[in-house]
């Protein structure tokens, strides 16, 4: 055991770490009225497959892609479970899509897929989702937006744990700029070290879908560099709505939309439907408080485009 201290706090979960449920609403909201009557849709990173499920009904058909095969294997069992005839999943990766040109009229990237895609490959996932559509075909995207993201108002963590196995935890320092790019430097924490024994004597924050993932600490003094083994670096590149609307125009798309759900809620509020949206009451109260919050912040936590595909062939 080393003698050397260690001094580091959890940061505690802040009071927006709320339920999404209700955020849920309202995009099978929007997603219904822009997809509407499509004859042919692909869902690119459909994970559990929940959107396609949802958007059955009223659509031809539709084809959920994504790399994980957990994903594929929970979707396929509640397209089962739920009888849908209308709709497959296979394995496929967004920067290769095996399909032939212009074979959808709608594609969907949503829940910030573009964020577990190292950021040189971004343009290639745009220039296929172009390529895969009709003339004329809509894509609809969905992405955190890195405005809210960034003033965040609360002072963030050093350092953040997960835990990838039982008692194996891997550390990541973050930094971020204004422009949407991040880095990570990633670490193996060592068994048998003091960092190690503190994280397993912590309680876990559970987050609101009770995942528990993800422990944040601010270090007070630096943790010795023998207690963590470097493992690489991880890089993202996350949206504002402009660059956003950059990132689709280049790719040829026409008629760009994005709007943030802050805005969205402010409309749905103003309009009086927003309890007809959230149907329980305690969510309700939910909603307005992040309303609220949302206008202060001056704008919302979501992204969502809305583009046509020009007729470049
Ligand atoms: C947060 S989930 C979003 C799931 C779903 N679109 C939704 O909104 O509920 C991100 C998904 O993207 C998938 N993904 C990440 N990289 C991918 C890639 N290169 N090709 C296809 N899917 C990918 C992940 O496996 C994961 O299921």
């Not at 929007?30 to 009223?58: I, K």
Request: proline share 6%; net charge negative; glycine share 8%.
């Amino acid at each position: 055991m080393s003698d050397q201290a260690l001094n580091l706090s959890v940061v505690p979960q802040e009071p927006c770490d709320i339920d999404f449920a209700w955020y849920d609403e309202i995009r099978d909201h929007l997603l219904r009225r822009t997809v509407g009557q499509a004859g042919q849709v692909l869902d690119v990173g459909c994970g559990p497959g929940n959107v396609l499920l949802m958007l059955s009904a009223q659509i031809g058909a539709g084809i959920g892609i994504d790399i994980s095969d957990d994903d594929l294997r929970r979707a396929e069992c509640e397209r089962q479970r739920r009888k849908v005839a209308n709709v497959t999943f296979r394995h496929a990766d967004a920067t290769a899509l095996p399909f032939p040109d212009g074979r959808f009229d709608v594609v969907l990237l949503l829940g910030d897929v573009l964020a577990y895609v190292e950021p040189g490959k971004h343009e290639a996932v745009i220039a296929e989702l172009n390529r895969v559509l009709e003339d004329g075909g809509t894509a609809v995207h969905e992405s955190m937006n890195w405005d809210w993201e960034y003033s965040w108002p609360y002072p963030a963590a050093d350092i953040a744990f997960e835990r990838p196995g039982k008692d194996t935890f891997t550390a990541h320092r973050v930094q971020r700029d204004a422009s949407g790019s991040e880095t990570s430097q990633d670490y193996e924490v060592l068994p048998g070290t003091p960092l190690h024994q503190w994280i397993l004597d912590q309680e876990w924050p559970a987050s609101p879908q009770q995942a528990s993932t993800r422990l944040e600490a601010r270090e007070h003094a630096p943790i010795p560099e023998a207690w963590l083994k470097p493992c690489g670096e991880s890089r993202y590149k996350h949206y504002c709505m402009g660059d956003l609307d950059q990132l689709y125009k280049r790719a040829g798309f026409r008629h760009v939309e994005v709007w943030s759900y802050g805005q969205t809620y402010d409309l749905v509020n103003k309009a009086g439907l927003l309890a007809q949206l959230v149907p329980l009451q305690s969510q309700l109260a939910e909603a307005e408080a992040e309303l609220a919050f949302t206008l202060r912040m001056g704008c919302g936590p979501w992204l969502f485009l809305v583009a046509e595909r020009g007729d470049s062939r």
